[in-house]
């Protein structure tokens, strides 16, 4: 596989990452991790059970949409690579995210970046360590 071709499949990890998980398929998501994948989104899981299990920890009444940008790659083998993305989080949580139409805007929840490890498995390439730094945080 070359390094263009390895690139574009993390960067389809990093964009189903956030999609997936905006929408509530928790087990889509899920998927893209390897078995024993490391998530650090403030309070650290290891395993696809475990982080499928923090996944429906999330309110049933929030609304999410992360923003994804600055997507940089950086290939290390024919198995490895690491990557990182900024990413602005949207988030509303209450009656109006259950309801079709529109939530009520506050402007965004969280700015960071996701720092990412990669790792070609036999189901092809997944999320082996995923960790989130946060440079601005807005109250809840």
């Not at 899920?30 to 696809?48: H, I, K, N």
């Not at 949409?65 to 600055?70: D, T």
């Not at 700015?111 to 945080?137: C, M, N, P, Q």
């Amino acid at each position: 596989m070359t390094t263009e071709a390895i690139e574009r499949r993390c960067t389809e990890l990093v964009y189903a990452s956030a999609r997936l998980l905006d929408f509530r398929d928790y087990e889509g998501y899920t998927s893209l991790f390897t078995e024993q994948a490391e998530l650090d989104m403030g309070r650290s899981v290891t395993g696809q059970a475990a982080i499928f299990g923090l996944c429906m920890r999330r309110p049933a009444d929030l609304r999410s949409r992360q923003v994804i940008s600055n997507v940089f790659i950086e290939v290390l083998d024919d198995d490895n690579a690491r990557g990182m993305n900024y990413v602005t989080i949207y988030e509303h949580v209450g009656d109006a995210a259950l309801k079709a139409g529109p939530a009520p805007l506050h402007g965004p929840r969280v700015v960071g970046h996701f720092e990412d490890r990669y790792t070609r498995s036999a189901e092809g390439w997944r999320i082996s360590r995923r960790k989130l730094h946060i440079a601005f945080e807005a109250p809840r």
